[in-house]
């Protein structure tokens, strides 16, 4: 009898509302642990995470039993009840809508999970839009400006 075997690995990323920078230092670590229970939780394996003051990265191998759609709206509406439950932020937190879900091969596994792991670092040298952008133009996605992010380029990051 035979079996399926199936490899998937998504790069999953999404902004707060407005961009606003409400993703404080002080609390990110327990956010990303949370998002890591999700991720588990639904039969993903969580390669890397990684949330800097307005967005977040988030890098599995994917369980094709679950729409990324539903996986990526379970994320939001969980995290963003974790994170007024826990009254992280005195500020009204949401994540902005949509997202962008990039897939990745085998062989740039070690290379995406280090992009994410070093997003501050990144950050000093390029914006989240210009970052974004990028990555829309690398997979060639269609995009239009009206339907992105809304980008705030003054955004600082850091509490």
């Known amino acids: ?13 999404f902004a707060v509302k407005n961009r606003k920078a409400l ?10 642990k949370y998002i890591t229970g999700i991720i588990q939780n639904n039969g993903h394996k969580l390669i890397a995470i990684g949330s800097m003051p307005d967005h977040i990265h988030i890098f599995i191998g994917y369980n094709l039993n679950q729409k990324i759609p539903v996986l990526v709206e379970e994320i939001k509406t969980s995290s963003d009840h974790f994170i007024k439950e826990n009254r992280f932020t005195s500020f009204k937190f949401n994540w902005q809508k949509g997202y962008g879900a990039f897939t990745h091969s085998h062989s740039q596994i070690d290379t995406i999970a280090k992009y994410i792991m070093n997003q501050e670092k990144h950050h000093h040298k390029k914006t989240f839009s210009e970052e974004y952008i990028e990555m829309l133009k690398k997979f060639q996605i269609a995009y239009k400006n009206e339907y992105l992010f809304d980008f705030f380029n003054d955004i600082k990051g850091g509490e």
Do not use: N, P
């Not at 035979?2 to 998937?8: H, L, M, S």
């Open 1 to 13: 009898m035979g079996d399926t075997y199936v490899q998937a690995y998504f790069h999953l990323v």
């Open 23 to 32: 993703i404080q230092k002080s609390w990110k670590d327990k956010l990303e």
